[in-house]
């Protein structure tokens, strides 16, 4: 899907959401009725658009993270290596976490999965193994 197509998608929806508080302010009579279409519609958005809003889970970070020479290749993105200086791994309950925070991709948009919290100290060893000392692996 284009950016256009979801920023399309996305001035549709604030169009429908604002038209809906327009029209419940000046008609209170039928408040019920455009409070019940207000909440439809953002449950709509929200279930068509729900992998935005969850991440998935990566079973095993180490044949996700590959290098390939000069470069960190995570699933289907590619970095280099030369351009990472802080990789922040850290497990809360069950879940562990792995970002690039200062490698961002767009506005906003860094490289970053969940995995098994279990597998935290094996994939910092195996970035440690990868990359030179001056390379700082927050926790």
Not at 31 to 57: G, P, V, Y
Not at 98 to 117: C, D, H, M, R, T
């Amino acid at each position: 899907m284009s950016n256009k197509h979801v920023c399309l998608k996305g001035l549709l929806f604030w169009s429908i959401l604002f038209s809906t508080y327009i029209v419940t302010l000046n008609f209170p009579a039928t408040e019920f009725t455009w409070k019940l279409l207000l909440i439809s519609t953002a449950l709509l958005f929200f279930c068509a658009n729900r992998d935005k809003f969850q991440r998935s889970i990566i079973d095993d970070p180490i044949s996700h993270v590959r290098f390939d020479g000069e470069f960190m290749i995570i699933g289907d993105l590619s970095i280099k290596k030369s351009a990472i200086r802080k990789i922040a791994i850290d497990s809360v309950k069950d879940r562990g976490y792995f970002s690039l925070p200062y490698n961002q991709l767009s506005p906003g948009k860094i490289p970053e999965f969940v995995f098994p919290s279990n597998k935290v100290t094996s994939f910092r060893k195996y970035l440690k193994q990868e990359f030179p000392s001056n390379v700082e692996i927050i926790t």
